[in-house]
């Protein structure tokens, strides 16, 4: 493995799947500005929001679950639009 290439500035974040509510504790470099409270051990760690997680991707739970493409491509749209301008 090549010296110096990863980072060093792992943290512990909460991941917050917005699809169902699902929360689950790991690590990552990725910035948040928002927190919450595990309930775990009751501290206060930053929180990504992902749309879609293992808890709700149709591979791995086996289901086709309803996803708020309509949101997502509202969103995309926003984003977009102001570039354009």
Known sequence: MKEGIHPKNYRTVV?????????????STANSSETIVWEGDGQSYPVIKLEISNTSHPFYTGKNVLVDT????????????????
């Open 15 to 27: 991941f917050k799947d917005m699809s169902n509510g699902t929360t689950f504790l790991s690590r």
């Open 70 to 85: 309509a949101g997502r491509i509202d969103k995309f749209k926003k984003r977009y639009e102001k570039k354009a301008k």
